[in-house]
């Protein structure tokens, strides 16, 4: 169990060329709020987490996470409320960081999320040229809020 410390960036240049592990992943949430428990599944890998509610802006929250077989993540995924968030991840290491690249499939195709996981909250972190605004903190950009409203139905405002 641990506190996740993260920061959440859009993408805005060339990324893929530069990651050296990519994977598709599915997930579904079995509550969403401030608490969430989610379940994820890559290939034949499958993982419950649970997390906290936001602190510090959205940039820290609890979370513990436990590996389970992708039958229980089978089992588990038909109870999940909305929509599930497809999405492949490419992971990017850049000046010591390693950055979850998030290209959203389905309903949120066009969005591209980028996270840097940190020690500490005012941990300093060198942002490469293709990161954009940062959306820390945002709730639509949650994976837990796009799930019920998705990229496809947000106005450009929003997009912006």
């Known amino acids: 169990m641990a506190q996740e410390i993260e920061r959440k960036f859009l993408v ?6 530069l990651a050296h592990t990519s994977m598709h992943l599915v997930q579904g949430y079995i509550a ?20 906290g509610p936001s602190k510090d802006g959205g940039l820290s929250r609890f979370e ?18 909305g929509a599930l968030i ?5 992971l990017i290491d850049f000046e010591g ?6 290209e959203f499939l389905g309903d949120n195709e066009g969005l591209v999320v980028a996270e840097v996981e940190l020690g500490s909250v005012d941990e300093a972190v060198l942002l490469p040229e293709w990161i954009g605004k940062e959306v820390t903190g945002i709730k639509r950009y949650y994976n837990s809020h796009l799930r019920s409203n998705p990229y496809s139905v947000w106005s450009d405002e929003e997009k912006s």
Request: glycine residues 4%; contains cysteine.
């Open 32 to 51: 969403s709020g401030s608490r969430t428990v989610r379940v994820r599944m890559s290939d034949d890998r499958a993982w419950l987490t649970i997390k």
């Open 97 to 102: 960081h390693t950055f979850e690249v998030d």
């Open 12 to 17: 805005v240049g060339e990324y893929k060329n």
């Open 64 to 81: 513990w996470e436990h590996e389970i077989s992708a039958k229980e993540a089978l089992a588990l995924l038909p109870l999940c409320e």
């Open 86 to 90: 497809d999405k492949c991840r490419y």
